[in-house]
């Protein structure tokens, strides 16, 4: 299936080989010289019984005892080095997928996670990579049991005609047989892992939402949710299941009964005369020996079937358009006037306003989705022209940089396994100074409450820390980047008032010079600003200092209730 930019499942699946084709050929070359030292195996059982011990030669039989022992050796060293060749290019195959999935899902312009939860997007990046890259272990399987059924063929054409030809004849059309039977397992592969991600993406919300789960009391219809997705993955996987499985038994069954043909047309060559002992013997064994590649065929076959439908959604996720985009002009020095025009966007109907170089601003918005729209618009979330700094649009420079010039930091604020050094610690400037910011976000008493101070790991997501000690790691993390434009959402609302009103004092001292927005509706954050505007609908309809304001009731009713 084509995709917007063109990067097709087909595509992904032919790279994810070619990137690795020395391997694989490589790989393909051992697995041949295995199969063929197998197939030779009956051939020279036969051989010792016509040479040595029909003729009672000594010699001769030590002499093919040698060669028999010799081609053991062969067959087991080409299978060795060639599984370790097959093995390389499969992980890392599977390691080159990860990492674009995880690149296209990192990328600055965003896109990827539209429409999919992370849990989905997870799925993709491991149980879809590993299918695709498992092609790269099945294909030179799949070579040598060619290679197999060619030494079969001609070792059957010098034993007998008939029989080679039989061979010949009668693999094309159950190799196609196979292909046909392997339809179905592909069209049930898709849903098969796209059930089994949403289950899988649910669940990891879920653990994540725990304790607000917990305090709302929606534990019930949480796992009413999750049962429901679970039968539907469950039923899913079962109907792709049953389908490899008739799969598997028809393919073992269309070569039992191809088998069964070769061996009764030699057995009749055999009683006619036609055949010697020993070429009798030969020929039995490469008809049981042809199990083996046969039964090869239909699991490179299935493989590849699952491989096709992993791989379209592999492609989806590399080709999806990207968020937002931007063009490739450098920051200069940048003074940090921050100006919104016209901005429209969800409930923001033409919003317009400015905000001077060092201004600390405070926005108090009534309705939710409303800050959510402004800050999605500030972090460049989302295309639009309407945001600019120092009178250059956003939209000028790369989403990364832009992101950098004008630093939005969420409510929920992500936390990251490490130390929270490490989380409070920018990318960017490792070596810089962390006291200031740790300091204005009241770190000190967080730092003191743990074990290791400082350096005490941090489970995933901060699960480890409390929600007020969350907000303060996340805080003092934004305050450290130092960005030029710095957007603080809600930073304060799970601490209490008078941790909150030294953190507003941090804030306005650690900021000085630089330009600082907070929506909030915190009145010890709203108290040390140099003006506020009040948002409803989209528009301004308030704006003074926090003082001038609160002789409003509506603008009481909104930051003293």
């Excluded at 047989?177 to 990891?204: N, W």
């Excluded at 070429?279 to 699991?299: E, H, N, S, Y």
């Excluded at 309407?386 to 010039?405: C, H, K, N, Q, T």
Aim: aromatic share 4%; with cysteine.
């Amino acid at each position: 299936m084509t995709r917007t930019g063109g990067i097709t499942g087909r595509g992904v699946l032919r790279e994810s080989v070619g990137a690795f084709r020395r391997h694989v050929s490589v790989a393909a070359l051992f697995f041949c010289g295995h199969q063929a030292g197998e197939a030779l195996v009956p051939v020279l059982v036969g051989v010792v019984i016509d040479e040595a011990v029909s003729t009672g030669d000594p010699g001769a039989l030590a002499f093919w005892l040698a060669v028999t022992a010799l081609d053991f050796a062969v067959l087991s060293f080409s299978y060795r080095w060639g599984a370790r060749r097959a093995w390389l290019a499969d992980v890392r195959a599977d390691q080159r997928l990860r990492h674009l999935v995880a690149d296209r899902v990192l990328h600055p312009g965003g896109g990827a996670e539209a429409g999919r939860l992370p849990g989905a997007l997870a799925a993709i990046a491991t149980s879809d990579a590993k299918r695709v890259g498992i092609v790269n272990f099945a294909l030179p399987l799949g070579i040598a049991a060619v290679a197999a059924l060619v030494v079969a063929a001609v070792s059957l054409l010098r034993i007998s005609v008939p029989l080679g030809l039989l061979i010949l004849l009668g693999t094309p059309p159950l190799l196609w047989l196979v292909q046909l039977l392997g339809r179905p397992l592909e069209r049930r592969s898709g849903p098969e892992q796209e059930r089994a991600a949403q289950a899988s993406a649910i669940a990891a919300d879920l653990v994540a939402g725990v304790r607000v789960l917990k305090g709302i009391g929606a534990e019930p219809a949480a796992v009413r949710r999750y049962r429901a997705l679970s039968r539907d993955a469950l039923g899913a996987t079962l109907r792709a299941t049953g389908a490899q499985a008739r799969y598997q038994g028809a393919v073992l069954a269309a070569n039992g009964l191809f088998l069964a043909l070769v061996a009764l047309f030699g057995g009749r060559l055999a009683a006619e005369g036609s055949l010697s002992i020993g070429g009798l013997v030969a020929a039995v064994g490469l008809a049981q020996f042809l199990v083996g590649p046969l039964q090869a065929f239909g699991w490179v076959t299935g493989r590849i079937a699952q491989a096709r439908a992993s791989a379209d959604r592999i492609a989806e996720v590399l080709d999806a358009p990207p968020a937002v985009t931007g063009g490739d002009r450098e920051l200069p020095a940048v003074c940090g006037a921050l100006a919104v025009r016209e901005l429209r966007h969800g409930p923001l109907d033409g919003l317009t306003l400015e905000v001077a170089h060092g201004e600390l601003l405070g926005v108090v918005v009534r309705d939710p989705a409303t800050a959510t729209a402004l800050l999605e618009c500030l972090g460049r979330e989302v295309e639009t022209t309407g945001v600019e700094i120092d009178g250059v649009p956003l939209s000028a420079y790369p989403p990364d940089v832009a992101r950098g010039a004008v630093l939005v930091a969420a409510h929920a604020a992500e936390l990251f396994s490490g130390t929270v050094t490490d989380n409070v610690r920018p990318a960017a400037a490792p070596g810089r100074d962390l006291a200031p910011a740790m300091a204005a976000a009241q770190m000190a008493d967080v730092v003191a409450a743990l074990p290791e101070g400082a350096d005490t790991l941090v489970a995933e997501q901060g699960r480890s820390l409390s929600g007020g000690q969350r907000q303060r790691v996340a805080l003092a993390r934004a305050l450290a980047a130092e960005p030029p434009v710095l957007v603080l959402h809600d930073p304060t609302t799970a601490l209490d008032p008078v941790t909150e009103s030294r953190i507003a004092a941090g804030l306005r001292e650690m900021r000085h010079g630089l330009t600082t927005v907070v929506l909030t509706t915190s009145p010890a954050l709203l108290a040390v600003t140099d003006r506020v505007l009040v948002l409803e609908k989209g528009r301004i309809t308030a704006r003074g200092t926090h003082l001038e304001l609160l002789g409003s009731p509506d603008y009481r009713e909104l930051v003293l209730a």
